[in-house]
């Protein structure tokens, strides 16, 4: 996923929005997610995450995530967006990242997925 850098110590709005269809491609097309771990091939929930990476330590931190059900989407046609967003303090060099517990199920739109911040 994208990652994005402060430049400027301040408060910043960060916000992500993922759109999940409800089938993953074929295990074929999941090649550039080989190093991602399986646990199942069709989870009940996808997650969104939001991390923080300090400039000072190097932790990384989850600071936002949401979750949402398959259940939801009870066609094959069916798509959900997981939206989150928040103000967090950041330092000058910080940088901020989005992950997905399920890249695979990701929507191709680029209209559909997005990922910023900006200073408050």
């Not at 989870?43 to 398959?70: A, V, W």
């Given at each position: 996923?994208?990652?994005?850098?402060?430049?400027?110590?301040?408060?910043?709005?960060?916000?992500?929005?993922?759109?999940?269809?409800?089938?993953?491609?074929?295990?074929?097309?999941?090649?550039?997610?080989?190093?991602?771990?399986?646990?199942?091939?069709?989870?009940?929930?996808?997650?969104?995450?939001?991390?923080?990476?300090?400039?000072?330590?190097?932790?990384?931190?989850?600071?936002?995530?949401?979750?949402?059900?398959?259940?939801?989407?009870?066609?094959?046609?069916?798509?959900i967006t997981s939206s989150l967003g928040a103000v967090f303090y950041l330092a000058s060099?910080?940088?901020?990242?989005?992950?997905?517990?399920?890249?695979?199920?990701?929507?191709?739109?680029?209209?559909?997925?997005?990922?910023?911040?900006?200073?408050?």
């Amino acid at each position: 996923m994208a990652d994005c850098q402060s430049k400027m110590s301040g408060f910043y709005y960060i916000f992500s929005q993922l759109t999940f269809k409800h089938s993953p491609p074929s295990r074929k097309k999941r090649s550039q997610y080989d190093v991602i771990t399986l646990h199942e091939d069709l989870p009940n929930h996808l997650d969104h995450f939001i991390y923080h990476i300090s400039s000072e330590t190097g932790k990384h931190e989850k600071i936002l995530e949401g979750s949402k059900s398959r259940c939801e989407m009870p066609s094959l046609n069916d798509e959900i967006t997981s939206s989150l967003g928040a103000v967090f303090y950041l330092a000058s060099g910080d940088e901020v990242f989005v992950k997905a517990s399920h890249p695979w199920f990701i929507s191709p739109s680029k209209e559909r997925n997005n990922f910023g911040l900006y200073m408050t």
